[in-house]
Structure formats: structure tokens, C-alpha cells
């Protein structure tokens, strides 16, 4: 089965500049994360879609960062304008269920991850 | 909000020692727990994963880990490790309170000397 598909896998931008992230989820997989990674520290979740509905942005800067899953199926996220502190890796996993039950057969499954250096 | 603390942040071993990362988390209840692993260049891995029945969970390449509800732990442990397992090593839970959200630890670093 192919993997989670990212791209790009590096960015170097200045601040305030736009950047924009995609992600193909694994075929069938109902549920893709956005993860962001911060040098040093583990994995903090963006925000999480069921299909092409947003299930958890809470930590999700919105002034400046939005995603969408139009179709379901693939994603963009993008940080405009970036700040100095978006360096970091951006990760985009999948998961083939849904979010309500609690069953540990609900595992992500990462992507390579998209890094981001902001200047 | 749940959250996850792994007590080190670096490790360093040699070849054939013993390791054991330390893993806990803060809200009881149903909680789904797993270990990923990520070696160097490469993305996360699942390495194992608990959800019920037996607390002592094995996994991927001699790992194995021990889910200890009264003490919120979900500790990893290898007898001997190899140069291959130099790794970042990340613990992560779910729980329904969290809307199922799953939330990782700061990861540990390890580093197996030949």
C-alpha cells in the first residue's frame, strides 16, 4: 500500500511570506491529521479532518494558518504570513476510522513531513 | 487536556545494554497508548500500540512495553539494543475525554554507541 504522500519536503522562506503544504493521504483512509513539529519537541496536532469535515482545530492559529480537504481525500495547508517561530517539520498523517471509538486499531500512519525554516 | 511526559530527553548506550524510556500521562480513563519511533531521515513509525487485555504489549524489533494504569506509565523496553535502534522515540495517548486526539510526549532521543 502506498504511504502518505507530502510535498514539498523542504521550504526556505522569509517572514511574512506565504507558504502551502499538500498532503495525499493513504487511499481510503477517512480521517488525515496535520501535525506540527517544532525542533526538540514531539508532534503537536493542527487539526484534524473526518472526509472533508474539520473535526479538531483547536490549536490551530487561525489568524494565520488554514487548511482545507475539499474532495476528501487530499490536503493543503498554508501559513500565511509566516512568523519566525513556524520553522518547523509539518506532518500529515492518516488513519483509516473515524474518531469516535476509542479502538487502538485506529493508528496513523505518518508522511515523510514537509520542513519548513523560516528566515 | 491530556498530556504526555517523557522523563528523558537523551539517552546514550552501548550495544547489547538494556534500555527502558519512561512514559506518563495525565488523565485516567480508556486510553489507547503507543510508542512511535522515528530513526534518522526516515518518518514515524508505529512501534507498538496497546488498547486492552494483556498490559504487556510487544512489538516491532525486540520492544516491548508495559502499561501500568495505577501509575498513568506506559513504559518502553528493550533487553539489548543494536546500533540500528538509535532513534527518536516517541509516546503518545488517546482517550475519549480528548476527543480521541492523540498526544505526544516530547520524545527521547537515543543514542546506541558500536
Known amino acids: 500500500e502506498a504511504g502518505v504522500a507530502q510535498s514539498p519536503r523542504y521550504k526556505i522562506i522569509e517572514k511574512r511570506q506565504s507558504v502551502a503544504f499538500w498532503c495525499n493521504p493513504i487511499?481510503?483512509?477517512?480521517?488525515l491529521y496535520w501535525y506540527q513539529q517544532i525542533l526538540g519537541q514531539g508532534p503537536k496536532l493542527l487539526i484534524q479532518f473526518q472526509n472533508n469535515g474539520v473535526v479538531d482545530d483547536s490549536q490551530l492559529p487561525k489568524d494565520r494558518f488554514s487548511a482545507e480537504r475539499l474532495k476528501g481525500v487530499d490536503s493543503t495547508l498554508k501559513i500565511q504570513p509566516a512568523k519566525l517561530e513556524d520553522s518547523a517539520v509539518y506532518l500529515c498523517?492518516?488513519?483509516?476510522?473515524?474518531?469516535?471509538?476509542?479502538?487502538?486499531?485506529?493508528?496513523?500512519?505518518f508522511g515523510a513531513g514537509s520542513r519548513l525554516t523560516v528566515l | 487536556a491530556q498530556s504526555v511526559s517523557q522523563h528523558n530527553h537523551h539517552v546514550i548506550l552501548s550495544e547489547a545494554a538494556s534500555l527502558e524510556l519512561g512514559c506518563n500521562y495525565s488523565y485516567g480513563g480508556t486510553v489507547n497508548l503507543f510508542w512511535y519511533v522515528q530513526y534518522p531521515g526516515q518518518h514515524l513509525q508505529l512501534l507498538l500500540k496497546?488498547?486492552?487485555?494483556?498490559?504487556l504489549v510487544k512489538g516491532i524489533k525486540g520492544f516491548e512495553a508495559e502499561f501500568i494504569k495505577s501509575k498513568f506509565s506506559f513504559n518502553l523496553r528493550k533487553p539489548s539494543v543494536q546500533w540500528s535502534d538509535t532513534a527518536e522515540y516517541f509516546c503518545?495517548?488517546?482517550?475519549?475525554?480528548?476527543?480521541?486526539?492523540?498526544?505526544f510526549g516530547g520524545g527521547t532521543r537515543v543514542l546506541v554507541k558500536p
Open positions: 498523517a492518516s488513519s483509516p476510522l473515524g474518531t469516535r471509538d476509542v479502538s487502538g486499531a485506529n493508528v496513523l500512519t
Open positions: 496497546y488498547f486492552s487485555g494483556d498490559p
Open positions: 503518545a495517548v488517546k482517550n475519549k475525554a480528548a476527543g480521541n486526539k492523540l498526544t
Open positions: 487511499s481510503g483512509h477517512a480521517t
